[in-house]
């Protein structure tokens, strides 16, 4: 199982490489951003995007998440580019509908860099993470997003940040391995999760992004 985000931007692009790896392993992906019951939908594991606490479920954390304004080039055809954070309030801002509740939406970016976000607005709003994407990539927008979901955006130039800032890590909002409770984990799985974590560290490494392999708890309420 994967979120649609995971598997479009980060799974999908890198499984030849598993199934070279072991030919004989047939895979089967169920792409659903909702809770579902993965023993009835005959999921043995799944990548889910949270806190890491989910009942009757065994959580591994495979690696965090961080944000940065971004854009594609041309949204910056008739535009001056911003030199603040700050600035960034009177460009058009791409979010992902109630993203804010995880941490990783654009008030809580502003909030985080003390920044009234009152004085901007959303002009687009979505609710699916590829639509956000492809509104970006169009030059539509400035949304934010980050590693490790668009290391590869990032890395053939068609996404570039939007200004020059220290990426922010978002507290309780990662990715994990999730099994249920007491599973006894079938080997074919056992070679997928230890091929991922393998991906992920290398990937992690080319970027130098090898602080979002730690998990860092939110602090206590």
């Known amino acids: 199982g994967t979120t649609h985000a995971f598997g479009t931007y980060w799974l999908a692009p890198r499984l030849a490489e598993f199934s070279g790896l072991h030919p004989d392993v047939d895979l089967r992906l169920a792409v659903n951003d909702e809770l579902v ?3 009835k939908q005959r999921i043995d594991m799944t990548v889910r995007f949270g806190g890491g606490s989910w009942s009757s479920m065994s959580a591994r954390f495979l690696v965090g998440c961080e944000v940065t304004p971004v854009c594609h080039p041309s949204y910056w055809d008739r535009r001056k580019r911003p030199a603040r954070p700050a600035d960034l309030l009177g ?8 993203r804010s509740v995880q ?3 654009w008030s809580d970016w502003f909030h985080a860099h003390g920044i009234d976000a009152t004085k901007g607005k959303h002009q687009i709003t979505v609710n699916n993470f590829s639509v956000l994407m492809q509104a970006t990539l169009s030059g539509q927008g400035i949304a934010l997003a980050g590693s490790p979901l668009i290391d590869d955006l990032f ?3 068609v996404l570039v940040p939007a200004v020059d ?3 922010y890590r ?3 909002a990662d990715y994990y391995v999730v099994e249920p409770a ?3 984990r079938k080997q074919s799985c056992e070679m997928f999760c230890a091929w991922l974590y393998d991906r992920m560290r290398r990937d992690a ?3 130098n992004n090898e602080h979002l392999l730690t998990e860092i708890h939110p602090p206590a309420l």
């Not at 460009?91 to 109630?98: C, F, P, Q, T, V």
């Open 37 to 39: 019951d993965i023993s």
């Open 91 to 98: 460009e058009k801002l791409l979010d992902i509908e109630g």
């Open 103 to 105: 941490g990783g939406g």
């Open 155 to 157: 890395a053939s130039g």
């Open 165 to 167: 800032i220290t990426p």
């Open 170 to 172: 978002v507290r309780g």
């Open 182 to 184: 007491g599973q006894l």
């Open 205 to 207: 490494s080319v970027t």
